[in-house]
């Protein structure tokens, strides 16, 4: 029994120890994605692009067709406001969902932000990111929006899709912090858990194992004196 709990907890000690080292590869590999020099979006590219990519695109802004991110909480503070996404139309006719940023609401639910965006073509650099996501499933949006701005609760890209029909790319793009035509942006670029927790319980197995193994040792000592003295 012994030998078949130290065999266990051993074996989910390297197994959380790998976990740890494939996490600290996809860190590194976003900060190099996020660091490096921004390069032009192509639709055709797009999947084969890391998480933050830095990227640059060309397109015209959508100004009429905007999503208000509902609940969604100031970068570095806890004032809940709206996240702006603003559909960019690229040269090739796809649209990019362009995170703006943060803007507060006032308490009846209204914002007050100036939305508009220039009606001639842009040139705007920011990061590849998924769409946020809850921690809890909070249920759907309405199938249909009746009023633009559309105020969404943590959309889904099959939602976003009746939206703005079968162009959308399935990727959003953080607007750089220097960006302009933007609202507060603070991104916090980072996986939500890094590879320290999986040292912690690689650890955590680690001690397990040498407890049973001590257990062992310290009953087996104690059997064998018994037996001396008999």
Partial sequence: MMVVCVVAFSW???????RAQEREARIAAVEAARDAPPILLMA???DTLQRYAHLWVKGRYIGTRQVLLMEMTRP???QVGYEVLTPLKLASGK????????VPKGRDGAIHADLSVPEQPVRAAGFLAPLPRPGLNLGGN????ED?????LFPTWEELDRLYG???LHRMMLLAPEAKHGFARDWKMQPRYGPHQNYGYMVQWIAFA???FGLWLWFSIRNLRRRRRT
């Fill in 142 to 145: 309405p199938a249909q929006v």
């Fill in 148 to 152: 633009w701005p559309a105020r969404l």
């Fill in 44 to 46: 055709s590219t797009l």
């Fill in 210 to 212: 040498v407890i049973v």
């Fill in 76 to 78: 570095g503070g806890t």
């Fill in 12 to 18: 989910l000690a390297v197994w959380q120890y790998h």
């Fill in 95 to 102: 649209l990019l969902l362009v995170n703006r940023g943060w």
């Fill in 166 to 168: 079968p162009h959308l």
